[in-house]
Nanobody, 127 residues
C-alpha cells in the first residue's frame, strides 16, 4: 500500500497561482495511477485531474482544463498540480489519491476506484 501526504495549499487572490504537491511512500510509486480531487464545504467530492503511470497520459475536469496542469516524477515519488488563473470557485480541500494499475496509460476520474487518499490540503481563493 502507499501513504500520501499533500502540501502547498494556502490563500491566494483570484487570478493567482498555487502549486500542490503529493509525496508517496511505502510502495512502488510508478505502479500507481495518481489523481487530485477536491471538496468544498457542503458539496460532494469532485474529480480535478489524474495522471496515468506513464508521464504523458493525463485527464482533467472541464472546470480546470487549460488552467491546471498535473505532472509526476517517478524518481521522486511525487505528483504535482500546478494551478493557474485561480477562481473563487476553486476554493476547496484538495486531496491526492492513488490506485494500483497494471496498465501504463489508463486512468479514471471515478473516485471510488482510488484506494489510497491523503489527508487533504486547503486552497482558498479570495475574490
Amino acid at each position: 500500500q502507499v501513504h500520501l501526504v499533500e502540501s502547498g495549499g494556502g490563500l491566494v487572490q483570484a487570478g493567482g497561482s498555487l502549486r500542490l504537491s503529493c509525496t508517496a511512500s511505502g510502495d512502488t510509486f510508478s505502479s500507481y495511477v495518481m489523481g487530485w480531487f477536491r471538496q468544498a464545504p457542503g458539496k460532494e467530492r469532485e474529480f480535478v485531474s489524474t495522471i496515468a503511470r506513464s508521464l504523458t497520459s493525463t485527464g482533467y475536469a472541464d472546470s480546470v482544463k487549460g488552467r491546471f496542469t498535473i505532472s509526476r516524477d517517478n524518481t521522486k515519488n511525487t505528483v504535482t498540480l500546478q494551478m493557474n488563473k485561480l477562481k473563487p470557485e476553486d476554493t476547496a480541500t484538495y486531496y491526492c489519491a492513488a490506485y494500483r494499475s497494471y496498465y501504463p496509460t489508463t486512468y479514471t476520474s471515478a473516485s471510488d476506484r482510488y484506494d489510497y487518499w491523503g489527508q487533504g490540503t486547503q486552497v482558498t481563493v479570495s475574490s
